[in-house]
Structures are given as C-alpha cells and as structure tokens.
C-alpha cells in the first residue's frame, strides 16, 4: 500500500481563489512529520509547511495552511488567494519514527497545480 | 551560505560508464540524502547518512554506493550506468531537530543512453 496518497493528477484553479490539495498517509507510527514541498518548472524542491503528529494546531505558514485530521490521517494543503507564481508541482511527504531520527522521506505522485489568470 | 550544492547540474552517460554525483552542504548538518526522481513521480530514497563514516540505504539503493569521510560532502557513485537510472537526482540535509525539514539542491539530470 502507498503510503502517501495524492488523488489529484492536475488541477485548475482561477487566481485569486483559494485552493486545497489532497494528501493522505499510512503509518502504524505514533511519531510522524508531514511536509509540503513546492516544484517549479525549473525543477528545485521548495519547502513550504510542516505539520508533527503531535501538533495540536493546524500549521500556518503565510498563504499555506495544512489541514490536519489525524483520526482521518490526511493532511491537506490549503492556499489562499492563489497566484499565477503558485502554478507548480506539489509534493505531500511523511517522516516516520521519532523527529530526531535521520529517516528520509516518502513522497506522494505529486499534484500538478494551474492557476489560471 | 550556500546551503546545499550538487555538480554536475546535467549528465550524460553511456551504458556501463561510471560517474560520481557530488554534493556538498554548509550547514553543519548531520544527516544528509539521496533520492531520485522519475518523471512524473515524487522522489524516492537511495541512500542516507547520519554523520561522517556511517551511511544505510533507503528504497532503491541498487546500482548506487556512497561515503561520507566528512561531514560537508556525501558523493553518490554510479558503477555502471543503466538506462533505468535516468533520472533527476537530489541531495538533501536536514539538522537533528524534529521540525527540521530536508534542504534541497538544486539536481543533476542524468541521461543514460
């Protein structure tokens, strides 16, 4: 089984709208990290939001929010007022096991977001 | 600071040549990665390394070997290139911290024909 699941090949939002990216994720672990990361057209890996399983609140960072459910285990990203720079691939990945560890990441398939003018 | 640097940024490679990917962080960071990524794919582990002498592998370390003699630099070798290894290659480091994320270089394009 996967273990991060993004269901949305492509999608197409009009800017200035808000727009939320599925994630969700399979773990036995108790101890996790969620991350969001950003992939232009020029192809670097950009960081944008961090959600610990232990986070009681949902994580903020500027424009993006990440709507945790953990009962649900998913962990959407949400962008507000989305801009034509938004336009990118979008990556959910997970850590597992205790923080400190040096595990790498899981990544999803990615989703490949459009913002059209 | 730099953060984290890889060279070459593109490659190509013929069947059964060899090449090392070189990469190099200036952030002090234990913990530094392999992945790879197909296209259209997220990106996958090859190896990792929690400090200078000790590295593991992660999910796809076939054809792949790596070393760590220094904390800043954590070079992956390709013995003998196989059109399955065509793929956009990334470093990455990470602190020990649990929020800390995963920084990123920039990628090597690796074309093996």
């Known amino acids: 089984a996967q273990k991060i699941t993004q269901t949305q090949p492509g999608m197409f939002v009009q800017e200035k709208e808000a727009v939320t990216l599925d994630c969700t994720y399979d773990?036995?672990?108790?101890?996790?990290?969620l991350f969001w990361y950003k992939q232009p057209s020029s192809g670097e890996m950009i960081f944008l939001i961090y959600q610990g399983s232990y986070d009681e609140q949902n994580a903020t960072e500027g424009r993006y929010s990440l709507n945790f459910q953990k009962a649900r285990k998913s962990a959407n990203l949400v962008i507000s007022a989305s801009q034509l720079g938004d336009s990118a691939m979008y990556f959910c990945?997970?850590?597992?096991?205790?923080?400190?560890?040096?595990?790498?990441?899981?990544f999803g398939k990615g989703t490949h977001l459009i913002i059209q003018p | 600071n730099a953060g984290v640097t890889q060279t070459p940024k593109f490659r190509i490679l013929k069947i059964g040549q060899s090449m090392t990917l070189q990469c190099t962080q200036d952030m002090n960071h234990n913990y530094m990665y392999w992945y790879r990524q197909d296209p259209g794919m997220g990106l996958k582990l090859i190896y990792y390394s929690v400090g200078a002498g000790i590295t593991d592998k992660g999910e796809v370390p076939n054809g792949y070997n790596v070393s760590r003699s220094t904390t800043e630099d954590f070079p992956l070798r390709l013995e003998l290139a196989a059109p399955s290894q065509t793929s956009v290659y990334f470093c990455?480091?990470?602190?020990?911290?649990?929020?800390?994320?995963?920084?990123f270089g920039p990628g090597t394009r690796l074309t093996v024909l």
């Open positions: 773990t036995s672990d108790q101890s996790y990290g």
């Open positions: 990455a480091s990470r602190g020990h911290k649990e929020a800390d994320t995963q920084y």
């Open positions: 990945a997970m850590r597992e096991g205790l923080g400190g560890g040096a595990d790498g990441l899981t």
